[in-house]
């Protein structure tokens, strides 16, 4: 197994993941196992973003995904039917699974914040709920 869900918010349509980090002299390296993921990624692209950066900002009718933090702190806020939730992504936990209907916003802190996203559909903006709680 090369990732364990060790909690969740709103009923498990988030869960706060921890993949294993293999480190040594040269660096760590994260393995991706797609047989160990809840979904065949159908998409996925990298985050780089400034220190303070504000990502997100909307949710997804029909999409999950599952950001990785690969650097820097990522902070997760999430919202779904009047309940909020806040979760820090840095060296563990370093993922969460978000799916259907969760409206989230990621802040990246750190000079090399960067995450990973896996989608479990093909980019799609004409799904996406903009407004927290819609």
Do not use: C
Not at 10 to 18: C, E, H, S, V
Not at 22 to 41: M, Q, S, T, V, Y
Not at 77 to 106: C, D, F, H, Y
Not at 111 to 126: Q, T
Request: glycine share 8%; proline share 7%.
């Amino acid at each position: 197994m090369t990732m364990r869900v060790i909690g969740e918010h709103f009923d498990g349509l988030i869960q706060i993941l921890d993949f294993p980090v293999h480190k040594d002299a040269r660096g760590g390296l994260i393995p991706l196992a797609w047989r160990d993921l809840p979904f065949n990624p159908a998409h996925a692209f990298l985050i780089n973003a400034t220190d303070g950066a504000i990502r997100g900002g909307h949710g997804h009718r029909k999409t999950s995904q599952i950001l990785v933090r690969i650097g820097g702190t990522v902070v997760v806020e999430a919202r779904k039917s009047g309940m909020e939730a806040r979760i820090e992504l840095a060296a563990s936990p370093n993922a969460i699974l978000i799916r259907p209907s969760v409206w989230s916003t990621q802040t990246y802190h750190g000079a090399n914040a960067s995450a990973l996203v896996l989608s479990s559909h093909p980019f799609d903006p004409d799904s996406y709920i903009r407004e927290p709680d819609a």
